[in-house]
């Protein structure tokens, strides 16, 4: 009896260490997937960031046309024409300030892609080293269990 015993000892630490072995390269499929996910998130958070900014430009273009021809109505009315010192003076303003909300919006929108750059980098960091840990806790498993 003692014999098999020392047969099947042997073969159940080899179960032991493939069962092992299978699970942390579960673990590490589950981390390839996350990446994935949050590879795939970070696009879709940035083609909607893009998109609210192709909103916002257009939106800003609308309101800049509706105000220089009301400005230039506004002018007619009181025979101001819109090519005058004074007039050109207004509409020029009217251009300066939409050109300087269109800057803003640029600068927030590439702003928040650098956020969601950062976030996905580093959590695809975080991410790696998990999977670097679990490779080296497989090795070191590995080792003990044909050592120990």
């Not at 069962?19 to 589950?30: G, V, Y």
């Not at 696009?43 to 309101?63: A, F, M």
């Not at 509706?66 to 009217?94: C, P, Y």
């Not at 080296?136 to 590995?142: I, N, T, V």
């Amino acid at each position: 009896m003692g014999s098999l015993s020392s047969v099947i000892t042997p073969i159940l630490s080899v179960g032991k260490i493939f069962s092992n072995n299978s699970a942390r390269q579960r673990d590490i499929k589950e981390i390839n997937i996350k990446n994935r996910q949050l590879e795939q998130n970070a696009v879709l958070q940035k083609q909607s960031n893009l998109l609210s900014l192709q909103q916002k430009e257009s939106d800003r273009l609308s309101r800049l046309r509706r105000s220089i021809s009301a400005q230039r109505a506004n002018f007619a009315g009181q025979g101001i024409g819109s090519v005058t010192g004074s007039a050109d003076s207004v509409l020029q303003g009217l251009n300066e300030e939409s050109d300087i909300e269109r800057q803003n919006n640029q600068s927030k929108s590439d702003l928040e892609a650098r956020r969601i750059d950062d976030n996905y980098k580093g959590q695809r960091q975080l991410n790696l080293l998990q999977k670097q840990q679990l490779k080296q806790k497989s090795a070191l498993s590995f080792i003990t269990d044909l050592v120990g």
